[in-house]
């Protein structure tokens, strides 16, 4: 059985928009379906940490370019030749 603590300490962050940027974030996060801007801004934190860099989308460019001409690449006719 796993027990996980739902009670995480939190830290108060203040920040500053300009006044259109505010606006924009209250308009989103209602319209999103979030209960707070707050809620709203974690999500966001949440969804950016999957979110690739420029650079790693170039170096995985980089190195599947040398795989194929490297003929290390697989020629597939389905989807399920590739799992």
Do not use: C
């Not at 962050?13 to 809620?39: M, Q, V, W």
């Amino acid at each position: 059985m796993q027990i996980i603590n739902h009670n995480k300490m939190r830290q108060v962050i203040s920040l500053s928009f300009p006044e259109n940027i505010a606006r924009d974030a209250k308009t989103l996060s209602r319209k999103r379906g979030y209960l707070s801007i707050s809620k709203y801004i974690q999500n966001l934190v949440e969804m950016d940490k999957d979110i690739i860099s420029e650079q790693t989308l170039i170096k995985s460019i980089q190195q599947s370019r040398k795989e194929y001409k490297e003929s290390k690449t697989t020629v597939a006719k389905s989807m399920a030749d590739l799992l």
